[in-house]
């Protein structure tokens, strides 16, 4: 099910951003986020990303912890991260480098997205509470796993939301 909603999630972004997948067609890619256990493979063909969880021959083989891959989304360069051994590399490093374009191009409005569900005011105010929430992430210096401090703030705020971050600067 989770490569279902990846892989329909993948291509309404790349819908969305009008993006060519033209340089890697007919390519695999294996895919591996560590810190989330999650490996697929990335067939592009006919302008669309296939993902599957089998074990295929592939082009490149790309290995990276889901704070890396949301750095990459942001325009982290590449070949810094690799000098870093940020990510792991195995393969073709071109088509790697080719997938990462594709992703530069994707601009994601989480907002435009949500408010189509729900509406403006609904999707503005949890697209501010989303955004103060990652400062406080980022402000507590928890960058390693950034997972869990969304998931810390998040139960925080259901739990108990005088304490929540998001309301720190808020009178009693």
């Known amino acids: 099910m989770q490569y279902f909603l990846l892989e329909r999630a993948l291509n309404y972004f790349i819908k969305q951003a009008k993006a060519d997948l033209t340089a890697l ?4 890619i ?23 969880q089998n074990e295929l021959k592939s082009d490149v083989e790309i290995a990276l912890k889901s704070q890396v891959f949301l750095a990459l989304f942001a325009g982290e360069d590449l070949t810094e991260l690799l000098r870093q051994d ?24 989480f907002e435009e997205i949500l408010a189509e569900q ?20 980022r402000a507590d210096g928890n960058q390693n796993q950034p997972l869990e401090s969304v998931k810390n703030a ?19």
Do not use: W, Y
């Not at 067609?25 to 695999?28: D, F, H, R, V």
């Not at 940020?86 to 997938?99: M, P, R, W, Y």
């Open 25 to 28: 067609e007919g390519k695999n």
């Open 30 to 52: 294996h895919f591996t986020l560590q810190d989330l256990t999650l490996t697929a493979n990335f067939i592009c063909s006919n302008n669309r990303i296939f993902v599957s």
């Open 86 to 109: 940020k990510i792991i590399i195995n393969g073709d490093v071109k088509t790697a480098q080719l997938l990462v374009d594709l992703f530069k191009q994707i601009d994601i409005d």
């Open 118 to 137: 729900t509406g403006d005011i609904f999707a503005h105010q949890a697209g501010k509470i989303a955004n103060k929430i990652s400062n406080k992430i």
């Open 154 to 172: 998040i139960t925080t705020l259901l739990i108990a939301p005088s304490e929540a971050a998001v309301f720190s600067n808020k009178n009693p």
